[in-house]
Protein backbone atom coordinates (compact mmCIF):
# COMPACT_ATOMS: atom_id res chain seq x y z
CA UNK A 1 0.00 0.00 0.00
CA UNK A 2 1.88 3.20 -1.32
CA UNK A 3 -0.55 5.50 0.89
CA UNK A 4 -2.12 6.85 -1.81
CA UNK A 5 -5.72 6.53 -2.80
CA UNK A 6 -8.39 7.50 -5.30
CA UNK A 7 -11.79 6.87 -6.13
CA UNK A 8 -13.38 5.55 -7.79
CA UNK A 9 -11.58 2.26 -8.75
CA UNK A 10 -14.03 1.64 -12.03
CA UNK A 11 -16.04 4.41 -13.93
CA UNK A 12 -17.85 3.63 -17.02
CA UNK A 13 -19.94 6.18 -18.72
CA UNK A 14 -21.07 6.94 -22.00
CA UNK A 15 -19.65 9.95 -24.94
CA UNK A 16 -20.22 13.21 -23.98
CA UNK A 17 -20.19 12.96 -20.60
CA UNK A 18 -17.93 14.37 -17.60
CA UNK A 19 -16.29 13.22 -14.68
CA UNK A 20 -14.55 13.77 -11.73
CA UNK A 21 -11.65 11.58 -10.17
CA UNK A 22 -10.41 12.30 -6.76
CA UNK A 23 -6.93 11.65 -5.13
CA UNK A 24 -5.45 11.65 -1.70
CA UNK A 25 -1.31 11.89 -1.46
CA UNK A 26 0.42 10.63 1.10
CA UNK A 27 0.24 12.28 4.48
CA UNK A 28 3.04 15.10 4.25
CA UNK A 29 3.23 14.91 0.38
CA UNK A 30 2.82 18.58 -1.18
CA UNK A 31 3.15 17.43 -4.76
CA UNK A 32 0.50 15.89 -6.64
CA UNK A 33 1.08 14.28 -10.27
CA UNK A 34 -1.95 12.67 -12.24
CA UNK A 35 -0.99 10.07 -15.65
CA UNK A 36 -3.18 8.72 -18.08
CA UNK A 37 -2.28 4.95 -19.12
CA UNK A 38 -3.30 3.42 -22.01
CA UNK A 39 -2.50 -0.03 -24.18
CA UNK A 40 -0.83 1.38 -27.13
CA UNK A 41 0.55 5.04 -25.20
CA UNK A 42 2.12 4.32 -22.12
CA UNK A 43 2.04 6.19 -19.06
CA UNK A 44 1.91 9.71 -19.87
CA UNK A 45 2.83 12.53 -17.83
CA UNK A 46 -1.02 14.96 -17.64
CA UNK A 47 0.04 17.65 -15.12
CA UNK A 48 1.05 18.42 -11.31
CA UNK A 49 0.47 20.75 -8.56
CA UNK A 50 2.53 21.27 -5.84
CA UNK A 51 1.01 22.58 -2.39
CA UNK A 52 -1.88 23.66 -4.82
CA UNK A 53 -0.47 25.48 -7.53
CA UNK A 54 0.11 24.24 -10.62
CA UNK A 55 3.97 22.82 -11.40
CA UNK A 56 4.37 21.00 -14.70
CA UNK A 57 2.04 20.44 -17.30
CA UNK A 58 2.50 17.58 -19.93
CA UNK A 59 0.15 16.00 -22.34
CA UNK A 60 -2.91 17.11 -20.79
CA UNK A 61 -6.54 17.56 -23.23
CA UNK A 62 -8.31 21.54 -22.89
CA UNK A 63 -11.08 18.86 -22.24
CA UNK A 64 -9.34 17.79 -19.33
CA UNK A 65 -8.58 20.27 -16.01
CA UNK A 66 -7.34 19.43 -12.78
CA UNK A 67 -6.82 21.14 -9.08
CA UNK A 68 -5.28 20.48 -5.39
CA UNK A 69 -7.33 21.10 -2.57
CA UNK A 70 -5.74 22.93 0.18
CA UNK A 71 -6.08 19.83 2.27
CA UNK A 72 -4.23 18.66 -0.70
CA UNK A 73 -6.45 16.08 -2.58
CA UNK A 74 -6.67 16.54 -6.15
CA UNK A 75 -9.34 15.79 -8.56
CA UNK A 76 -8.93 15.32 -11.88
CA UNK A 77 -11.82 16.15 -14.36
CA UNK A 78 -12.55 14.86 -17.70
CA UNK A 79 -14.84 16.47 -19.75
CA UNK A 80 -16.90 15.84 -23.12
CA UNK A 81 -15.61 12.22 -22.72
CA UNK A 82 -14.31 10.50 -26.19
CA UNK A 83 -14.12 6.81 -26.79
CA UNK A 84 -10.33 7.65 -27.15
CA UNK A 85 -10.18 8.37 -23.48
CA UNK A 86 -11.05 5.17 -21.65
CA UNK A 87 -7.72 4.14 -20.17
CA UNK A 88 -6.21 3.87 -16.50
CA UNK A 89 -5.80 7.02 -14.60
CA UNK A 90 -3.50 7.28 -11.96
CA UNK A 91 -2.85 9.54 -9.66
CA UNK A 92 0.83 10.11 -7.74
CA UNK A 93 2.51 11.85 -4.81
CA UNK A 94 5.75 12.87 -3.64
CA UNK A 95 7.30 15.13 -0.79
CA UNK A 96 8.70 17.27 -3.91
CA UNK A 97 11.66 18.54 -2.46
CA UNK A 98 15.35 18.00 -1.81
CA UNK A 99 17.31 14.88 -3.38
CA UNK A 100 14.67 12.68 -3.23
CA UNK A 101 11.70 15.31 -4.97
CA UNK A 102 10.54 13.30 -7.50
CA UNK A 103 10.44 9.92 -5.99
CA UNK A 104 6.70 9.35 -6.76
CA UNK A 105 4.49 6.88 -4.65
CA UNK A 106 1.48 5.94 -7.23
CA UNK A 107 -2.00 5.07 -5.86
CA UNK A 108 -3.98 2.44 -7.51
CA UNK A 109 -5.79 3.81 -10.22
CA UNK A 110 -9.09 4.81 -11.59
CA UNK A 111 -10.33 2.25 -14.78
CA UNK A 112 -12.37 4.58 -16.93
CA UNK A 113 -14.43 3.03 -19.79
CA UNK A 114 -16.35 5.80 -22.35
CA UNK A 115 -19.29 3.68 -24.17
CA UNK B 1 10.70 17.22 -24.93
CA UNK B 2 13.29 14.89 -23.98
CA UNK B 3 12.36 11.45 -24.11
CA UNK B 4 13.85 8.47 -22.46
CA UNK B 5 13.66 4.91 -24.55
CA UNK B 6 14.57 1.53 -23.42
CA UNK B 7 15.05 -2.11 -24.59
CA UNK B 8 14.44 -4.33 -24.97
CA UNK B 9 10.55 -4.05 -25.39
CA UNK B 10 9.63 -7.48 -24.46
CA UNK B 11 11.92 -9.96 -22.59
CA UNK B 12 11.05 -13.69 -21.60
CA UNK B 13 13.17 -15.62 -19.82
CA UNK B 14 13.29 -18.57 -18.02
CA UNK B 15 13.87 -19.13 -13.79
CA UNK B 16 17.34 -19.02 -13.36
CA UNK B 17 18.70 -16.58 -15.46
CA UNK B 18 20.56 -13.25 -15.88
CA UNK B 19 19.30 -10.59 -17.51
CA UNK B 20 19.94 -6.56 -18.53
CA UNK B 21 17.47 -3.71 -19.32
CA UNK B 22 18.34 -0.39 -20.88
CA UNK B 23 17.31 3.38 -20.32
CA UNK B 24 18.40 5.69 -23.14
CA UNK B 25 18.10 9.21 -23.69
CA UNK B 26 20.22 11.94 -25.89
CA UNK B 27 19.65 14.43 -23.11
CA UNK B 28 20.79 14.73 -19.29
CA UNK B 29 18.93 13.68 -16.76
CA UNK B 30 19.24 15.28 -12.98
CA UNK B 31 17.98 12.13 -12.16
CA UNK B 32 16.73 8.63 -12.65
CA UNK B 33 14.41 6.30 -11.30
CA UNK B 34 13.01 2.77 -12.20
CA UNK B 35 9.65 1.50 -10.80
CA UNK B 36 7.79 -1.75 -11.59
CA UNK B 37 4.46 -2.01 -12.29
CA UNK B 38 2.01 -4.92 -12.40
CA UNK B 39 -0.97 -5.21 -14.19
CA UNK B 40 -3.65 -3.30 -13.30
CA UNK B 41 -2.01 -1.56 -10.39
CA UNK B 42 0.20 1.84 -10.14
CA UNK B 43 4.25 1.42 -10.75
CA UNK B 44 5.81 1.01 -7.41
CA UNK B 45 9.26 2.75 -7.46
CA UNK B 46 12.31 0.58 -6.72
CA UNK B 47 15.29 3.27 -6.75
CA UNK B 48 16.71 6.72 -7.63
CA UNK B 49 20.12 7.67 -9.21
CA UNK B 50 21.63 10.41 -8.98
CA UNK B 51 25.02 10.71 -9.73
CA UNK B 52 27.20 9.91 -12.78
CA UNK B 53 28.16 6.93 -12.55
CA UNK B 54 26.47 5.41 -9.68
CA UNK B 55 25.89 1.90 -8.91
CA UNK B 56 22.36 0.44 -6.50
CA UNK B 57 22.21 -3.06 -5.58
CA UNK B 58 18.79 -3.98 -3.97
CA UNK B 59 19.15 -7.61 -3.63
CA UNK B 60 19.06 -9.13 -6.81
CA UNK B 61 18.51 -6.13 -8.50
CA UNK B 62 21.39 -3.77 -9.46
CA UNK B 63 20.80 -0.42 -10.81
CA UNK B 64 23.39 1.47 -12.89
CA UNK B 65 23.54 5.22 -13.81
CA UNK B 66 25.99 6.34 -17.16
CA UNK B 67 28.96 8.42 -16.25
CA UNK B 68 26.86 11.29 -18.58
CA UNK B 69 23.24 10.28 -16.62
CA UNK B 70 21.89 9.89 -20.39
CA UNK B 71 21.54 6.29 -19.77
CA UNK B 72 20.90 3.69 -16.91
CA UNK B 73 20.42 0.10 -17.08
CA UNK B 74 18.84 -2.71 -14.60
CA UNK B 75 20.77 -5.89 -13.94
CA UNK B 76 18.95 -8.66 -12.60
CA UNK B 77 20.41 -12.30 -11.25
CA UNK B 78 18.80 -15.22 -10.70
CA UNK B 79 15.49 -14.01 -12.17
CA UNK B 80 12.17 -15.21 -10.37
CA UNK B 81 8.71 -15.44 -11.32
CA UNK B 82 8.14 -13.12 -9.09
CA UNK B 83 10.44 -10.18 -11.15
CA UNK B 84 7.93 -10.20 -13.67
CA UNK B 85 6.55 -7.11 -14.36
CA UNK B 86 6.56 -4.16 -16.66
CA UNK B 87 9.91 -2.00 -15.91
CA UNK B 88 9.66 1.58 -16.44
CA UNK B 89 12.79 4.61 -16.14
CA UNK B 90 11.55 7.35 -15.37
CA UNK B 91 13.33 11.13 -15.01
CA UNK B 92 13.45 14.98 -14.69
CA UNK B 93 15.44 17.11 -16.99
CA UNK B 94 18.31 18.29 -15.94
CA UNK B 95 16.63 21.81 -16.21
CA UNK B 96 14.31 20.18 -13.62
CA UNK B 97 10.73 21.09 -15.53
CA UNK B 98 9.44 17.72 -17.35
CA UNK B 99 8.85 14.61 -15.67
CA UNK B 100 9.15 11.62 -18.20
CA UNK B 101 8.12 7.94 -18.63
CA UNK B 102 9.90 5.90 -20.89
CA UNK B 103 7.66 3.49 -22.38
CA UNK B 104 8.91 0.28 -20.66
CA UNK B 105 10.27 -3.27 -20.70
CA UNK B 106 7.88 -6.15 -20.06
CA UNK B 107 10.04 -8.78 -18.25
CA UNK B 108 8.26 -12.46 -18.22
CA UNK B 109 9.66 -14.56 -16.11
CA UNK B 110 8.92 -18.41 -16.36
CA UNK B 111 8.99 -21.30 -13.59
Known sequence: ?115 | TQLLEQSPQFLSIQEGENLTVYCNSSSVFSSLQWYRQEPGEGPVLLVTVVTGGEVKKLKRLTFQFGDARKDSSLHITAAQPGDTGLYLCAGLDNYGQNFVFGPGTRLSVLP
Do not use: M
Open chain 1, 1 to 115: DSGVTQTPKHLITATGQRVTLRCSPRSGDLSVYWYQQSLDQGLQFLIQYYNGEERAKGNILERFSAQQFPDLHSELNLSSLELGDSALYFCASSVATGIRANEQFFGPGTRLTVL
